[in-house]
């Protein structure tokens, strides 16, 4: 078996990681935490492969030897006929027969939910105290099974990689963001929200390869994500509330709404609990994120619909190609899993959209009992075009919630205002989604 996976590591040449995600530092903190799996997640072609190379490339670059790394990738043709129970013991037993004898190694399973009762052997690791660090991937519905929550309870952490954020896409692209120019800047976020940050959509040239490789994601997140992983028979019924979920985005959405839609389009009746499912299996693959309505009332949370967000803008224009018509939503849908994004690195961070007395705000952060920033998103280039009704959205927010720390994000207006007492600062996407003071 070695030899089938020899020429994926690093024990006898350079292997190729790709080009450096930003993610990496945060990842490696996280690999250091002692005793436990590193589960990294996400949805599928987003980079994890890549990352969890880098990982290994970088550990060795710290010091350790090549050899005391093990990458096996088990989407891999070689591999595949040969997958069964035993295979993880398999191969680790031979790779210290013939690789690493007793040295500390660090054991990369990449897309490992293809091994059935994975979890065990990890798990088994872990407690005989074997001298590793052991990596897993996986999209996110083939690897977040119940299995993993109660096998793994305690024993893993478990990190989400999202697509390239617009500071990844700037280095992807090779742009130097310390000597960014503002319009050329405006013009590769013009770029950004409509194609996304898959990064082989990114290094993708023509708009034809990169839309045919975003319907092929979404098709693939659909089919071999929900579909055939939950053993789904309704294909069509399927990829039609997932085409009204998307139609949706950056608006709130409910089971009921979808079912009547449904009713109406297709004259096809489907429960509640079956769409209850699907939008379950939704969140599990990451296609789509859906943000609860703040309130101190957990019943609330749940009963009142759900603003809707697709993973990926690219995902939006290729499925729904009215770019100009959505730009005002698809910026907000930006913003959103830029949120989700930065809610990696600060766990206990919760987000939440704000809705009052008919009037609503796009987000609401907190953290622990704080609500720490309440934030409104505007296709606006100047103060004249930002509609009254969402500042007052926004200070009704603000009352309600006693924050003071109120953002409109902005298309390319910067300033700040003054509106019935409350300090309003607005800041272009650009310099939001870049961190620039």
């Not at 096998?151 to 992807?172: A, C, E, N, Q, V």
């Not at 939006?316 to 939503?329: A, D, M, V, Y």
């Not at 500042?391 to 309600?400: F, G, H, P, R």
Request: net charge positive.
């Amino acid at each position: 078996m070695l030899e089938k996976i020899a020429e994926f590591n690093f024990w006898h040449k350079t292997q190729d990681t790709g080009t450096r995600r930003e993610e990496l530092k945060d990842a490696l903190e996280f690999v250091e935490i002692r005793d436990t799996a590193f589960v990294l997640t996400g949805v599928r072609r987003c980079g994890k492969s890549y990352l969890s190379k880098q990982i290994l490339a970088k550990k060795i670059n710290q010091g350790i030897a090549p050899e005391q790394t093990l990458y096996v990738n088990f989407e891999d043709k070689e591999i595949e006929p040969f997958i069964n129970e035993k295979i993880l013991d398999e191969i680790y037993s031979s790779y210290r027969a013939e690789i690493n004898p007793d040295k500390f190694a660090i054991v990369v399973l990449d897309e490992v939910d293809k091994v059935p009762n994975w979890e065990r052997w990890v798990r088994s690791m872990l407690e005989r105290k074997e001298n590793i660090k052991i990596i897993v991937t996986g999209s996110g519905s083939k690897i977040i099974t119940p299995n993993l929550a109660t096998i793994l309870t305690g024993r893993k952490i478990t990190y989400t990689l999202f697509p390239l954020s617009f500071s990844g896409f700037l280095k992807f692209k090779g742009v130097k963001i310390k000597s960014y120019e503002r319009e050329k800047t405006k013009k590769l976020l013009l770029e950004y929200l409509k194609y996304g940050g898959f990064p082989l959509v990114v290094f993708s040239e023509k708009p034809i390869q990169k839309n045919a490789i975003l319907q092929e994601i979404y098709d693939d997140i659909l089919t071999k994500d929900i579909l055939i992983r939950f053993r789904l028979r309704e294909e069509q019924i399927l990829k039609k509330v997932s085409y009204l979920v998307l139609n949706s985005f950056a608006k709130p959405t409910s089971i009921r709404k979808i079912r009547n839609s449904l009713q109406s389009l297709m004259k096809a009746s489907v429960s509640p609990s079956t769409l209850s499912y699907y939008f379950e299996y939704f969140s599990l693959s990451f296609l789509y994120i859906f943000l609860p309505i703040f309130s101190y009332n957990i019943k609330d949370q749940e009963q009142y619909p759900k603003k809707v967000y697709c993973i990926d803008s690219g995902i939006i224009n290729s499925i729904l190609p009215k770019f100009s018509e959505n730009i005002g939503r698809i910026i907000e849908n930006v913003v959103a899993i830029e949120l989700m994004r930065r809610k990696t690195k600060t766990p206990e961070m919760e987000i939440f959209y704000f809705r009052s007395d008919e009037q609503e705000a796009d987000f609401v952060v907190k953290q622990g009992l704080d609500i720490k920033q309440i934030i409104q998103v505007t296709y606006a280039s100047g103060k004249d075009e930002i509609e009254k009704r969402e500042i007052k959205a926004l200070i009704k927010a603000s009352e309600e919630l006693k924050c003071k720390n109120l953002l409109c994000i902005t298309w390319d207006y910067e300033g700040e205002e003054k509106i019935d007492r409350k300090k309003v600062k607005f800041v272009p996407l650009w310099k939001w989604l870049l961190n620039v003071k």
